[in-house]
């Protein structure tokens, strides 16, 4: 249980583009989401929190007209890096926490990671 | 701020030896910790928490890991490596529910340690 899809895997785009990155609760519903970066050999990077109906919460020092997120329903979260330039270019992972069943314990919920998106911008 | 640190960016260890993957962390409060294991063009894969009770939690693939309060630490083990489990492991914490500090109630990750089981 608890499956993460993250779609595409990877995309190779042109500087100037946009592309759009989805995130999928297969088998949960999840209020919230979150999108991550991932640069090489170092640890996830928060870039915000997405919550389901509302706007999305962006770290400090995260562009949120660079990167869009829509998190329309309880199991679909998208971002959408606009304009993408070469250093647009990571992998990109999300993630989704298992709800709880008392809403007094969602802390403690593990999150679920998709298998991320490799992002290349020429 | 809570924060976590992996001291070591590579582990190396035969099969069929015991492993250590080490963390530690600071946080405000009672931490919630967390083991990832991410093999390479993939996502995170959850291993096992500690939230409250038995110092020692059993997780998947035969891992565990310590909680230790007063060196905070929170080392994963396992008793004997498999070439198979050769991949980069992340711990992470959370400040538990109600403390929220600096960094909020969000979950903060290591730098990685890549673990590398030879034969």
């Known amino acids: 249980g608890a499956v993460v899809s993250q779609h595409p895997s990877w995309v190779i785009c042109k500087s100037g583009t946009s592309v759009k990155i989805e995130c999928r609760s297969l088998?949960?519903?999840?209020?919230?989401m979150f999108w991550y970066r991932q640069f090489p050999k170092q640890s996830l990077m928060l870039m915000a929190t997405s919550n389901e109906g509302s706007k999305a919460t962006y770290e400090q020092g995260v562009e949120k007209d660079k990167f869009l997120i829509n998190h329309a329903s309880l199991t679909l979260s998208t971002l959408t890096v606009t304009s993408a330039h070469p250093e647009d270019s990571s992998f990109y992972i999300c993630?989704?926490?298992?709800?709880?069943?008392?809403?007094?314990?969602?802390?403690?919920?593990?999150?679920?990671f998709g298998d991320g998106t490799r992002l290349s911008i020429l | 701020a809570q924060s976590v640190a992996q001291p070591e960016d590579q582990v190396n260890v035969a099969e069929g030896n015991p492993l250590t993957v080490k963390c530690t962390y600071s946080?405000?409060?009672?931490?919630?910790l967390f083991w990832y294991v991410q093999y390479p063009n993939r996502g995170l894969q959850f291993l096992l928490k500690y939230i409250t009770g038995d110092n020692l939690v059993k997780g998947s693939y035969g891992f565990e890991a310590e909680f230790n309060k007063s060196q905070t630490s929170f080392h994963l083990k396992k008793p004997s490596a498999l070439v198979s489990d050769s991949a980069l492991y992340f711990c992470?914490?959370?400040?538990?529910?109600?403390?929220?500090?600096?960094?909020?109630?969000?979950?903060?990750f290591g730098t990685g340690t890549q673990l590398k089981v030879e034969l």
């Open positions: 088998d949960f519903q999840a209020t919230t």
């Open positions: 946080v405000s409060g009672n931490p919630y």
């Open positions: 993630s989704a926490k298992t709800p709880a069943r008392d809403q007094r314990w969602s802390d403690n919920q593990p999150q679920h």
């Open positions: 992470a914490v959370r400040a538990s529910l109600g403390m929220v500090t600096g960094g909020g109630n969000k979950l903060t």
